[in-house]
């Protein structure tokens, strides 16, 4: 089976540019979680949806943060403008629901704002 | 007081030994408690969930205490492979759906 999938997998862009994220979870799971991992401050929850629904994007930094689920198989996270403080490396990550709550990770996009 | 604490290491063990490290939870609600292992750039790799009344998974051994809030992992025979770090999750009880909280993880470096 296919794990949960995200591109690019890599991404260099300079300070001010749109970043634009993707992600496509294991089919048939209806959590979705966006995650943002740093040296100095660990795994960062930014947001998740359920069933293609936002619950919780409180951990979303501030306005030039965005993320969409148009459908239960394809979610982009997008940050516009890009500055050097977003250089981290972001997870999406699903979950099955129904009584599971274990989440499953994609390998991540590591992003570098110059 | 952090929702879920960790030792950061690093624990420096031979090959052959056994380690075993806790964390600590602040939520007495939480119900799911898993451990995760995580590889120098790769991703969060589900290791193992954490039962009531412990559980072993071949040399993995995870146990909870309600009591006292904490859930332990210990591994013998430690392979070079174990290195890796370790991070604690637990669901975030106060949270609709399935959110977790992951510790800042333990990292274990196994030598010959």
């Known amino acids: 089976d296919a794990g949960v999938i995200q591109s690019p997998r890599h991404e260099v862009t300079e300070m001010g540019q749109e970043v634009t994220l993707r992600c496509k979870p294991i089919?048939?799971?209806?959590?979705l979680f966006w995650y943002r991992q740093t040296m100095m401050r660990g795994l960062e929850l930014l947001i998740y949806?359920?069933?293609?629904?936002?619950?919780?994007d409180s951990g979303m930094p501030e306005d030039r943060f965005s993320a969409k689920m148009p459908n239960a198989s394809f979610s982009t996270l997008k940050i516009q403008p890009s500055e050097p403080r977003d250089s981290a490396v972001y997870f999406c990550?699903?979950?099955?629901?129904?009584?599971?709550?274990?989440?499953?990770f994609g390998p991540g996009t590591r992003l570098t704002v110059l | 007081r952090k929702e879920v604490e960790q030792d950061p290491g690093p624990f420096n063990v031979p090959e052959g030994a056994t380690v075993a490290f806790n964390c600590t939870y602040s939520?007495?609600?939480?119900?799911?408690f898993f451990w995760y292992r995580q590889d120098c750039r790769k991703e969060p790799k589900l290791l193992m969930s954490?039962?009531?009344s412990g559980n072993e998974d071949g040399r993995f051994t995870a146990q909870l205490n309600r009591a006292s809030q904490y859930i332990s992992l210990l591994i013998r025979d430690s392979k070079l492979s174990d290195s890796a770090t370790y991070l604690c999750?637990?669901?975030?009880?106060?949270?609709?759906?399935?959110?977790?909280?992951f510790g800042g993880g333990t990292r274990v470096l196994v030598k010959p």
């Open positions: 990550a699903s979950s099955p629901g129904q009584y599971r709550n274990e989440q499953f």
């Open positions: 089919s048939g799971h209806d959590y």
């Open positions: 949806f359920n069933n293609n629904v936002p619950i919780d």
């Open positions: 939520n007495s609600a939480s119900q799911s």
């Open positions: 954490v039962y009531s």
């Open positions: 999750v637990v669901n975030n009880a106060k949270a609709a759906g399935n959110k977790l909280t």
